[in-house]
């Protein structure tokens, strides 16, 4: 299975790990199928776009359906394409490397579909940039997680910051900083 990251999506994610050198930062991404090997798996999956939702700690962040939801009417507004993608989820490792850990594991193996795939995608600025996976249910509801090799993840890299990414980044740090606030008092 490959994995493709088109320029914009490439600067994006760029952007927002230098925006968190220390943090994980995580939301739902939408996964477009390219090409299906002849068993049915996806052979080819383009990363069509990404919202991140939550700017967590050194070691943990998570995003709930309920923002997720909030934002899906103006995200297939502006990109109907999307509606016939697969959303799945997107995650940063900051400094540690890209790799799925134990709990990125269980989450995919949680979400894993009958009938259908659940991809992730854990990405850092520092050692392995990227980690690929999909998970779906085998023909006797077992979930399966298999994981892209790391020289099957091709970008096309381009450095712009859009508006857009800028605006996100400061609503993830907004609600993370409230949070932070509110567990003080």
Excluded at 25 to 40: D, M, N, Q, R, V
Excluded at 94 to 119: I, K, Q, R, V
Excluded at 151 to 178: C, F, M, P, S
Aim: proline share 4%.
């Amino acid at each position: 299975m490959k994995l493709v990251i088109p320029k914009s999506q490439e600067s994006k994610l760029t952007y927002l790990l230098d925006q968190a050198p220390n943090t994980e930062w995580s939301g739902p991404a939408f996964y477009t199928i390219l090409k299906y090997e002849k068993s049915g798996l996806p052979k080819q999956v383009e990363l069509s776009y990404f919202i991140p939702l939550d700017l967590g700690s050194h070691a943990a962040t998570e995003w709930d359906a309920k923002d997720c939801a909030k934002n899906l009417k103006a995200i297939y507004s502006k990109n109907p394409k999307l509606k016939k993608s697969v959303m799945g989820h997107i995650h940063s490792h900051h400094g540690m490397g890209a790799y799925f850990s134990g709990t990125d594991t269980d989450t995919m193996e949680e979400n894993a579909l009958p009938g259908g795939f659940f991809f992730s995608l854990v990405v850092a600025h520092t050692k392995t940039k990227y980690a690929f996976a999909m998970s779906y249910q085998d023909q006797y509801g077992e979930p399966r997680v298999i994981e892209a090799d790391e020289d099957d993840i091709r970008t096309l890299a381009a450095k712009t910051v859009r508006v857009e990414w800028k605006n996100q980044w400061e609503y993830i740090k907004g609600r993370h900083n409230k949070a932070q606030a509110s567990r003080v008092t």
